[in-house]
């Protein structure tokens, strides 16, 4: 059977939130309450932080994690992990969970969920979580990254942009976002980080957009179906959000405004909780070669 490890790349630079990882909530890092929902789930037995940040590092260290320190070259977070599962005594089939250090409240059985897949069929190298959105505004948004897939549930291309465009409202269509929880085999990776990065993963930003630039070919990348447990509207929490953010109003005085506002909009995103659920499917998005 193969083994399951998780790895949280996280560095300390950004353009919109600087030192986010270490961004205090509720007396604990931001990076910490990532960690420890790793941990809750049982599929995982192996869990640590890639950084090339010492102030992270030290704060993985301090709080009793494992944190795995890395050249500060790398061109995303699956690079990032690359070079850190090296450490690791890891068999080319075994499964590495891509959870970003920036979602603290992500729900752990996604992690389940994005691995089931590759569990079941041996043959898949690669498979990430995306969602119908329900959030008007992310249509729009930038950062909300949407996908468009065929009949067929392949998936023909990832954009910040709104894709498809609605020319004619008279054709109403469900958009789909990008939740940004990758599963890779061991023996993936090594195949991801050699490629070169194309022209649209450099306009775009989305390390996901790499293999179509790829002349080995991986064929499709196809969407799973997932059912999530329906919870009826009349008992989500208030305002739409998660049930993370029962806690986290009780403590909200620890919080500085910035990392309020970074935290209602994550807990509004529609990437967990109540908006997630709201859509009553999750896809995984699989690449096959």
């Given at each position: 059977m193969e083994k399951i490890v998780c790895i949280i790349p996280s560095r300390y630079s950004s353009s919109r939130f600087q030192g986010k990882p270490l961004a205090d909530l509720c007396g604990k890092p931001m990076i910490q309450h990532v960690y420890e929902r790793v941990l809750k789930s049982e599929l995982v037995s192996y869990a640590a932080v890639a950084t090339d940040d010492s102030r992270i590092f030290e704060a993985v260290r301090k709080f009793g994690g494992k944190a795995i320190m890395t050249a500060a070259r790398h061109r995303s977070g699956t690079d990032r992990i690359a070079e850190a599962v090296n450490s690791l005594d890891l068999k080319d089939d075994d499964i590495v969970v891509n959870v970003q250090g920036d979602q603290p409240i992500f729900e752990p059985e996604q992690i389940a969920e994005v691995t089931r897949p590759l569990r079941e069929d041996p043959s898949l190298p690669m498979a990430t979580l995306i969602y119908r959105i329900v959030r008007e505004e992310e249509i729009t948004h930038p950062n909300a990254v949407k996908v468009v897939f065929d009949r067929n549930f392949n998936a023909l291309y990832f954009s910040r942009a709104t894709i498809p465009y609605v020319r004619d409202d008279?054709?109403?269509?469900?958009?789909?976002?990008?939740?940004?929880?990758?599963?890779?085999?061991?023996?993936?990776?090594?195949?991801?980080?050699?490629?070169?990065?194309?022209?649209?993963?450099?306009?775009?930003?989305?390390?996901?957009?790499?293999?179509?630039?790829?002349?080995?070919?991986?064929?499709?990348?196809?969407?799973?179906?997932?059912?999530?447990?329906?919870?009826?509207?009349?008992?989500?929490?208030?305002?739409?959000?998660?049930?993370?953010?029962?806690?986290?109003?009780?403590?909200?005085?620890?919080?500085?405004?910035?990392?309020?506002?970074?935290?209602?909009?994550?807990?509004?995103?529609?990437?967990?909780?109540?908006?997630?659920?709201?859509?009553?499917?999750?896809?995984?998005?699989?690449?096959?070669?």
């Open positions: 008279r054709h109403p269509i469900a958009y789909y976002k990008h939740h940004g929880i990758y599963a890779y085999r061991r023996a993936f990776l090594r195949t991801f980080t050699a490629l070169e990065e194309g022209t649209m993963e450099r306009l775009e930003s989305l390390e996901q957009l790499r293999p179509w630039n790829s002349a080995i070919g991986f064929g499709s990348w196809k969407p799973f179906m997932i059912p999530w447990k329906w919870i009826p509207p009349k008992s989500w929490p208030g305002s739409g959000t998660s049930c993370w953010a029962a806690p986290v109003r009780p403590c909200s005085n620890s919080i500085s405004k910035r990392t309020l506002r970074w935290l209602r909009y994550r807990l509004l995103d529609g990437r967990r909780g109540a908006a997630c659920l709201a859509s009553s499917i999750c896809l995984v998005i699989l690449i096959k070669y």
